[in-house]
């Protein structure tokens, strides 16, 4: 069912820009693939299906076709690839590569959301401080911003640009400067997500979040190269969770070669929607609802019992601990996957279930998978503070798309107001409200047991 969105709505126009901000950035870091199709004929329809052997057109809503604009051309656009590649670790602490994608992502995201909302604040993954000290790297950079366009021009007019390649560096650093804090309007952002599978050319993604009094409001999650055969193949099989089975779409190496892949966006208390994504206006959206959210369940019981006198709307079905599908990163340095697979065997179900490095695409997952899709992260050291771009939006998208919970492993909501890191939370749990409580009890349990055995 397509979704109309109001512009009266709580947040619209935040999540409006957001979506094409999004979705612009997402333009860009497909041209910047190792092996980009964007530099042959190509067409994008309004299902946002591409066709490689078409004319450098692009299909508007109404069936109309118009000239692309200009491109970089290929040897342009993969040298400075390369060359951000080559020199791409001088800038992250920990040793994962940068490359000029991730800076040119982050100007294009803060510009056009700077430019709609001046007057709030930015907390971003990038500073431009690698720019400032290599000219050759910021030319690129600039060249990358300056050079991508929706083909859309109203759409494409609401979205700001830095005017000089000095505009460019003050707006990344509005994002790698940003403190973010437990007041006011911050927008949280990562500009690529996952940029070592970026440069294999495998699943990344590109959030916004919109952050007010220290909880999430608005989360857009570009996802450039999630491959979908269908707008029905999304939710698999988890319309039944008891009986589990259920699959996701995401995986590492399907990647969607000729489309724009798949946007997931969400508002507080307005759901969860999708879009397959193109490169003009935003196509027509769609909601996931797996389950009804359990304060939508207990409100509609109470208001059928005050009537009816009795309870006529059933919850859910609860999840089995059996069924449940582990979502992962084996590869991570930062948690401890081990302590995933033991989990799973206390649950009796199997591991490993989907695997994929991104962050955010983790989260894609348990959005687009059943009911029985679960993620639990276990840090490696108990100082251990992720930062907060890696998490914001998307856990929204996930809360807002069902019946899911997400605690860290003390049992305590992820606090977004605490900076540039979530200090004040430790570890993960990303399940189905129904069965959320039987996993913390498990965690609980390891990691006491650890503790014993370490003494």
Not at 80 to 109: E, H, I
Not at 110 to 124: L, M, N, Q, T
Not at 283 to 292: H, N, T, Y
Request: glycine content about 10%; charged content about 20%.
């Amino acid at each position: 069912m397509i979704v109309p969105i109001s512009p009266s709505s709580p947040f619209a126009r935040e999540r409006f820009i957001a979506e094409l901000a999004v979705q612009r950035a997402s333009i860009l870091t497909k041209r910047l693939l190792p092996s980009s199709p964007f530099d042959a004929a190509t067409t994008v329809g309004t299902n946002g299906i591409t066709s490689s052997n078409g004319p450098a057109t692009t299909t508007t809503a109404g069936g109309a076709t118009a000239p692309r604009p200009n491109h970089l051309d290929s040897s342009h656009l993969h040298n400075g690839y390369n060359y951000a590649r080559k020199n791409s670790q001088m800038s992250k602490s920990d040793a994962s590569p940068v490359t000029a994608g991730d800076f040119a992502a982050q100007a294009l995201l803060i510009s056009a959301v700077h430019g709609a909302f001046p007057d709030d604040g930015f907390v971003g993954e990038e500073d431009a401080n690698a720019l400032r000290r290599d000219p050759e790297l910021a030319r690129q950079v600039w060249e990358f911003v300056t050079s991508t366009h929706l083909d859309d021009a109203a759409s494409d007019a609401l979205l700001a640009t830095p005017a000089t390649i000095e505009d460019m560096f003050d707006v990344i650093d509005l994002g790698g400067k940003g403190r973010g804090g437990p007041t006011g309007r911050f927008w949280a952002l990562d500009p690529i997500d996952g940029t070592a599978a970026f440069i294999k050319g495998q699943q990344y993604a590109m959030s916004l979040a919109l952050i007010d009094g220290g909880r999430e409001v608005v989360g857009v999650l570009g996802c450039p190269n999630l491959r979908l055969l269908d707008d029905d193949d999304l939710l698999g099989d988890g319309d039944d969770a008891s009986s589990g089975g259920g699959r996701t779409p995401v995986e590492e190496t399907s990647v969607d070669e000729y489309g724009m892949g798949l946007m997931l966006s969400a508002v507080r208390g307005q759901g969860t929607i999708f879009r397959r994504m193109g490169r003009g206006e935003l196509l027509d959206a769609r909601r996931i609802e797996k389950v009804p959210h359990p304060a939508a369940v207990r409100a509609k019981q109470l208001l059928n019992q005050q009537d009816n006198g009795h309870l006529s709307v059933p919850a859910p079905a609860a999840v089995e601990l059996r069924n449940l599908h582990f979502i992962d990163s084996s590869v991570s340095t930062a948690t401890l996957s081990e302590k995933t697979r033991q989990l799973a065997e206390a649950c009796g179900a199997p591991y490993p279930g989907t695997e994929v490095y991104s962050s955010h695409m983790r989260y894609a997952a348990l959005v687009l998978g059943g009911r029985e899709h679960v993620q639990v992260r276990v840090p490696k050291t108990r100082d251990a503070a992720w930062c907060i771009w890696d998490h914001a939006g998307s856990q929204l998208i996930y809360t807002e798309s069902g019946g899911g919970r997400v605690t860290d492993l003390l049992g305590k909501d992820i606090d977004f107001g605490s900076g540039r890191e979530l200090t004040r939370n430790w570890g993960l749990i990303t399940a189905d409200y129904t069965v959320h409580g039987k996993i913390f009890e498990l965690v609980t349990d390891m990691l006491k047991a650890d503790a014993a055995a370490a003494q």
